[in-house]
């Protein structure tokens, strides 16, 4: 075979590998066969939305690309008798793909950033509920503010069997706190009300996720981290932790409790607090 | 310093097999050195991945085969969770450093920068000899990490504190952690002189001619690649420091007063975060450090195989130095939901999605360069447009994670280990892989067999999109990375528990036995491989004027001198279709600038 057929082969065979590539992505892609979990938060709405539109110029770009280098391979493939075109710039297309992808990545600048401050930078409401939640390797614990609404001190110094998030007693504000031993309990949250979870770690890094709700907040030691969101689907969800947080990091499971408000204050009167547990 | 360099050229003639091969200061031999380690770090790495594949495709299953290989780490014939950990970490830390970077910057910049340039070797050959083998030293120190107690480090190739800072919090936090650190520093002192080198070299030894905008791409590419190393890897030497320090000598840069494994550690006021920061300004440049170098080998073989002069090459020029530049203001796109100040996210995405200007327009003039060619088919060439292909793939990816909202869902997923995988892993190899293929007989005297070197090509362009086309969907579905098994988690264990694991796992290993096709072709060519004339490619660059394998000093008696750009392909009314670089305007009739005039726009449209 000459070496020329063989350059054919090679393009054409590249070429349908391409053409495959895409054919796949496509149909996988616009039969949803693998997709997001489904959604159960209202925030989510618009990051899925910006997910949809990213997708969907993405995947227009991938498309032409892929089936434009397809084609010039197997277009422009070479023999011995042709010889290539000459050219060096050409200051129009090169504006073109300039200004194109700028205006392109303005408009998802400008939505991405518009859609992050509603949803992270915004405060979340004063009457929203409020939980804190405490990673550790390899458990999720939580802790809620009881009837003052406020969190009392906490100190890691304070840490003891009976004391495991080192509430301060004697603070005022901690008397009414609600805690949970790590793994003791599920968290237990509102439907359709805000929550502002406030994130905390006794050892390592860990980041909280649940991927139905569009939420992923790292939890940091030595500091409080915060997300807030509105559920609007009651049931049962799985906190997972994203950060790697150890050998057990794939284990570190909790699970997310979503109710009616009522039928939440009740489970919460029923709950010890400090005063109860730490006289 | 013309005089002074042939001056030094014979002096230091190399007699004994130990000053020429081994501790050679000829740039040309550090660079095939530097390209072999990388070659041996990536496929030890590549190794460990086939590991994790294990035991991701058969989570659970018994293999006493492996017990008795790794007794400890495999106890029971099933793998342990903090082996897995360990695996994460050190194939990415090889992968990223010492295969990729050390095969692009080290290899590539040794082997291309002096001759491409028309200097006889580096500016400081005795710090270029240096800087390959501290490197050396730098993988003895990780492979090292394997035979410590606790294994090697298991914190992730981030290395995130406290984990990494807390000998207790996990077992290879212990001697792993700190073999680690001290390969990394050793590792950037090496990348430090190797920078300092090719900048110098870059700058003070270019041949009569070569002004600036006369370089070949690939001498652009790994000129701003080290400028951003030298710029960038230093913080990171001073975050291993202090990451040290808090390790054992009780400070808290990184680390607060935390409680692991029912111990209090006695820190106060150190900052997770600062570690991080510190960490991405490296780490991010560090993805353009492997890709540039790529672009331009990339760059360099499309225009030499499709017979056309590069497209658009001040624009090329310009996009390099544009990524360089916002290659420093992007690190905090890895920190959207770290707890940072989300304004800071907003900031961050901003040059994070601009920084794909500049990636869309190289896209695009590679396109046009192939437009209207004569394409031949070199096995280079097929891995050059290979990295055209998976480059596209794994760059728009970044446009779902550049932007906050969007990542909030998809960081620390599956989707993010296919977006960097394909981007910065897949097109940096077809990089090497290309370069190799291409410079083969500068760097032996020989070519590769290219029959072989096809088979290699597709079995790995077919493998690659295999294996991590189908992660995307995986990171849709909000599977987490970095997980040792699904199965505690009743929607991941629905959605990552079926085939999909298992089919990568499978490609996985097969595409990895397919690269012992390279190896066996690289070894067998090295020594039996057909004999290369000095340009076999019939390309312009200074390289292809020196014989192959080029003598020590490069030239003979003579630099060469450069009266032209290096992407003079098929000009029309040429004799040839390549005008080297050395040829005197008169022997070609036409220059650039000539060849420019209104024939341009004309041809556009075929």
């Known amino acids: 075979m000459t070496k020329r057929k063989l350059g054919r082969i090679d393009a054409v ?21 693998w997709w997001l979990p489904p959604l159960a938060s209202e925030h989510g709405k618009a990051i899925d939305t910006l997910f949809i539109v990213t997708l969907a110029i993405t995947g227009t770009v991938f498309v032409l690309v892929q089936l434009l280098l397809a084609f010039s391979v197997i277009r422009f493939a070479g023999g011995e008798k042709r010889r290539a075109v000459h050219f060096t710039d050409n200051r129009t297309l090169e504006l073109i793909w300039t200004i194109v992808p700028a205006v392109i990545l303005t408009v998802l600048i400008a939505s991405g950033g518009r859609l992050w401050s509603r949803i992270q930078i915004a405060k979340p409401p004063e009457d929203a509920f409020k939980v804190e939640i405490w990673g550790e390797q390899f458990r999720w614990t939580f802790r809620y503010p009881g009837k003052d609404g406020q969190f009392g001190r906490t100190d890691l110094k304070l840490v003891s069997v009976e004391n495991p998030l080192g509430i301060d007693k004697n603070d005022p504000a901690a008397k009414d706190d609600i805690f949970f031993f790590a793994g003791e309990e599920n968290l237990h949250i509102p439907i359709n009300k805000p929550v502002v979870v406030y994130l905390r770690s006794k050892d390592v890094l860990h980041s909280f996720y649940v991927p139905q709700l569009r939420v992923k907040q790292d939890v940091v030691p030595g500091m409080v981290t915060k997300t807030w969101f509105v559920v609007t689907k009651k049931g049962e ?26 039928d939440l204050q009740n489970w919460l009167k029923d709950q010890l607090t400090v005063a109860d547990v730490l006289p | ?40 770090m990536g496929f030890f790495a590549m190794v460990l991945s086939w590991l994790m594949r294990v035991q991701l495709g058969w989570p659970g299953k018994q293999f006493p085969w492996l017990e008795r290989l790794m007794p400890n780490a495999m106890e029971g014939g099933i793998m342990k969770p903090e082996f897995y950990i360990a695996l994460v970490t050190i194939h990415g830390t090889i992968m990223v450093f010492f295969f990729i970077t050390a095969a692009l910057v080290g290899g590539f910049s040794n082997i291309l920068i002096p001759l491409q340039i028309g200097a006889r070797d580096m500016a400081f050959p005795f710090v270029n000899m240096l800087s390959y083998w501290v490197f050396l030293a730098s993988c003895i120190v990780l492979i090292a990490s394997f035979f410590v107690p606790g294994g090697p480090a298991g914190g992730g190739w981030t290395m995130y504190p406290p984990l990494s800072s807390v000998k207790e919090a996990l077992p290879g936090s212990g001697w792993g952690t700190t073999l680690w650190l001290l390969s990394m520093a050793l590792f950037i002192a090496s990348t430090t002189m190797g920078a300092l080198n090719y900048i110098t070299t870059v700058l003070n030894l270019r041949t009569k001619g070569m002004t600036m905008g006369r370089l070949p791409l690939t001498v652009w590419a790994l000129f701003v690649a080290a400028i951003i190393g030298l710029l960038s890897f230093p913080v990171l030497f001073a975050g291993a420091v202090m990451l040290l320090l808090d390790r054992h000598l009780g400070t808290s840069f990184f680390t607060p007063y935390i409680i692991v494994a029912e111990q209090h550690i006695p820190r106060e006021g150190g900052f997770p975060l600062l570690w991080q920061h510190l960490f991405w300004f490296l780490g991010h440049p560090e993805v353009y450090i492997a890709i540039l170098p790529a672009m331009g080998i990339t760059s360099e073989v499309i225009s030499t195989n499709a017979r056309k002069p590069i497209f658009g090459y001040k624009m090329m020029i310009a996009s390099i130095c544009a990524i360089g530049f916002l290659s420093f203001i992007v690190w905090g796109h890895h920190m959207f939901v770290s707890g940072m100040n989300p304004w800071l996210g907003t900031a961050f995405m901003a040059t994070t999605l601009i920084i794909a200007v500049p990636s869309a327009i190289k896209t695009f003039n590679w396109l046009a360069t192939l437009w209207g060619g004569n394409i031949r088919f070199t096995t280079a060439m097929l891995f050059a447009i290979g990295f055209v292909s998976t480059f596209v793939s794994g760059g728009l990816t ?4 550049g932007n906050p909202p969007v990542d909030i869902q ?7 280990v296919a977006h960097f995988h394909m981007v910065m892993g897949t097109a940096a190899a077809f990089g090497i892989f290309a370069g ?9 005297g020989r070519m590769m ?101 080029p003598p020590h000093g490069n030239w003979g008696d003579e630099l060469p001198v450069v009266y032209r750009w290096p992407y003079d392909y098929s000009v029309p009314d040429a004799a040839e279709d390549f005008i080297p670089q050395t040829a005197p305007p008169v022997a070609a009739k036409m220059r650039k600038g000539e060849s420019k005039d209104g024939k341009v726009s004309g041809d556009q449209g075929r």
Request: charged fraction near 15%; charge should be neutral.
């Open chain 1, 13 to 33: 065979l590249f070429a349908l590998l391409i053409v495959a590539l895409v054919v796949t992505a496509v149909v996988t892609v616009g039969g949803r066969f």
């Open chain 2, 449 to 549: 067999n290219e029959k072989l070197g096809k088979l290699h090509f597709f079995l790995t362009f077919i493998g690659v999109y295999l294996v991590f086309f189908p992660m995307h969907f995986l990171g849709f579905m909000g599977i987490p990375r970095r997980y040792y098994a699904f199965d505690q988690f009743q929607s991941f264990a629905a959605a990552a528990g079926g085939s999909i694991n298992l089919l990568i796992s499978v490609v996985a290993i097969a595409v990895g036995l397919a690269q012992l096709i390279f190896v066996l072709n690289f070894v067998w060519s090295a020594f039996k491989g057909q004999k290369a004339d000095s340009n076999p490619w019939k390309a312009n660059t200074l390289e292809w004027q020196a014989p192959s394998p």
């Open chain 2, 398 to 401: 970044g446009l779902f994670l």
């Open chain 2, 436 to 444: 190799t293929y291409h410079w083969f007989p500068k760097m032996f």
């Open chain 2, 410 to 416: 998809l960081h620390d997923t599956y989707f993010v």
């Open chain 2, 1 to 40: 310093m013309e005089q002074k360099i042939v001056h030094l050229h014979e002096i230091h003639e190399p007699k004994s097999f130990w000053t020429k091969y081994i501790f050679s200061q000829d740039a040309k031999i550090i660079g095939i050195q530097y390209l072999i380690t990388a070659f041996l």
């Open chain 1, 237 to 262: 969800y799985e906190i997972a932790c994203a950060e790697l947080c150890g050998l057990g990091h794939y284990s570190m499971r909790g699970v997310m409790v979503v109710e009616d408000e009522n």
